[in-house]
Antibody, heavy 123, light 107 residues
Framework: QITLKESGPTLVKPTQTLTLTCTFS??????????VGWIRQPPGKALEWLAL???????RYSPSLKSRLTIAKDTSKNQVVLRMTNMDPVDTGTYYCAHSRTTVFGDDAFDIWGQGTMVTVSS | DIQMTQSPSSLSASVGDRVTITCRASQRISSYLNWYQQKPGKAPKLLIYAASSLQSGVPSRFSGSGSGTDFTLTISSLQPEDFAAYYC?????????FGQGTKLEIK
């Protein structure tokens, strides 16, 4: 059974750096075709794709946020960490991590999600 | 980035109705299109991947179709638990952008 859980601060100040950790079980991030992604959702708004790291270490970022984001994996701890610098109130929202699999058709899908963690950016 | 546009943004329907939600990509994405359902306060749930493949455990009243730029999600007979928000997502190229969502409400 695959599970993921996000952890990190619930409140950060503007200009600070946010560090979120996704701790997972039930799969290995060294298995071909597997990835872990981060997605966020401002209150009452749509989902926004942030970043994805694949089993082979390939990292992909949203171009609009690329200068602020860093994604990294620690396979020994079964964790993926997302860092976002220079936080602003518009970054307030729920942050999700999710298991990504490459399907038999060659595309990716987030098939298992964490419960999400709410992050508020305020002074 | 590939832009994903869903229509309608909101929809009112009754239990038993057949409902269709549309998603259009700003460029051709083959069949690299996923659909998710999200209930209030919960994480999204994968319903359909590769445009028309039903995720394991998802009821057969959900179906997806389309390729290229135009896609649809159809619910054949709405059940009370289907009232939620629905999002499409392209996985043709990163960033794997989502649509703006469709909120399905009870009439």
């Amino acid at each position: 059974q695959i599970t993921l859980k996000e952890s990190g601060p619930t409140l950060v100040k503007p200009t600070q750096t946010l560090t979120l950790t996704c701790t997972f079980s039930g799969f290995s991030l060294t298995t071909s075709g597997v990835g872990v992604g981060w997605i966020r959702q401002p209150p009452g708004k749509a989902l926004e794709w942030l970043a994805l790291i694949y089993w082979d270490g390939d990292k992909r970022y949203s171009p609009s946020l690329k200068s602020r984001l860093t994604i990294a994996k620690d396979t020994s701890k079964n964790q993926v960490v997302l860092r976002m610098t220079n936080m602003d109130p518009v970054d307030t929202g729920t942050y999700y991590c999710a298991h990504s699999r490459t399907t038999v058709f060659g595309d990716d899908a987030f098939d298992i999600w964490g419960q999400g963690t709410m992050v508020t950016v305020s002074s | 980035d590939i832009q994903m546009t869903q229509s309608p943004s909101s929809l009112s329907a009754s239990v038993g109705d057949r409902v269709t939600i549309t998603c259009r990509a700003s460029q051709r994405i083959s069949s690299y299109l996923n659909w998710y359902q999200q209930k209030p306060g919960k994480a999204p749930k994968l319903l359909i991947y590769a445009a028309s493949s039903l995720q394991s455990g998802v009821p057969s009243r959900f179906s997806g179709s389309g390729s290229g730029t135009d896609f649809t999600l159809t619910i054949s007979s709405l059940q009370p638990e289907d009232f939620a928000a629905y999002y499409c997502q392209q996985s043709y190229s990163t960033p794997h952008t989502f649509g703006q969502g469709t909120k399905l409400e009870i009439k």
